[in-house]
């Protein structure tokens, strides 16, 4: 199957600092990409949708100021958390689809602990 | 609106056993259905997916799952489990609206494999 790759796997940040964590389809062209966020023992519940050279549509209660999505290109998008709080720790997933989308490929995930 | 309930968060069973991890969803349009394994700090991997046709579905690992319209399940099962088999699983639909790709998953359910 297709390729997903998330960097950092790992993020550990001071409170108050930003993240960045990048999702890359690896050999294809990822015309949607999902950010999801997992806590600890729990579902992945859906934060955005990405669609290439456009804006993000955010789930209701996701504040879009605070976690910046960016998707320029085809084959990357990024997840900025923003002003990172303890709260804000979390697993977080990135899935890619392409064409018709019927199939979408999830990152390993990126693993970040606010301090 | 769409939801994904997994009436068991833990299942604990001997190795060769057999499993059934249950998974029931609600939709007041048709949707696809997914099952996906999530190995600690890992992403998510597909299992299998049901998409039309036969309700019977086998997937990777030796996993089958059955779709059942009138019961709106979707049942995953295999007939003798690994302790390799122990992991997270998810149940996630996804509705046939191509329009809306993302994925709304069930709150998992812990697969514990005893020796």
């Known amino acids: 199957g297709a390729v997903v790759s998330q960097h950092p796997s790992r993020v550990i940040c001071k409170s108050g600092t930003s993240v960045k964590i990048e999702c890359r389809s690896l050999?294809?062209?990822?015309?949607?990409m999902f950010w999801y966020r997992q806590f600890p023992k729990q579902s992945l519940m859906l934060m955005a949708t990405?669609?290439?050279?456009?804006?993000?549509?955010?789930e209701q209660g996701v504040e879009k100021d605070k976690f910046l999505i960016n998707h320029a290109s085809l084959t990357l998008s990024t997840l900025t958390v923003t002003s990172a709080h303890p709260e804000d720790s979390s697993f977080y997933i990135c899935?890619?689809?392409?064409?018709?989308?019927?199939?979408?490929?999830f990152g390993p995930g990126t693993r970040l602990t606010v301090l | 609106a769409q939801s994904v309930t997994q009436l068991d968060s833990q299942v604990p069973v001997f190795e060769e056993a057999p499993v059934e991890l249950r998974c029931n969803y609600s939709s007041s349009v048709s949707v696809y259905l997914f099952w996906y394994v999530q190995y600690p700090n890992q992403g998510l991997q597909l299992l299998l997916k049901y998409l039309s046709g036969s309700t019977l579905v086998k997937g990777i690992n030796g996993f089958e799952a059955e779709f059942n319209k009138s019961q709106t399940s979707f049942h995953l099962r295999k007939p003798s489990v690994h302790i390799s088999d122990t992991a997270e699983y998810f149940c996630?639909?996804?509705?046939?609206?191509?329009?809306?790709?993302?994925?709304?998953f069930g709150s998992g359910t812990r697969l514990q494999v005893q020796p």
């Open positions: 050999d294809f062209q990822a015309t949607t």
């Open positions: 990405s669609n290439e050279g456009s804006k993000a549509t955010y």
């Open positions: 996630a639909v996804r509705i046939m609206d191509t329009g809306r790709r993302a994925l709304t």
């Open positions: 899935s890619a689809s392409g064409g018709l989308g019927l199939q979408v490929f």
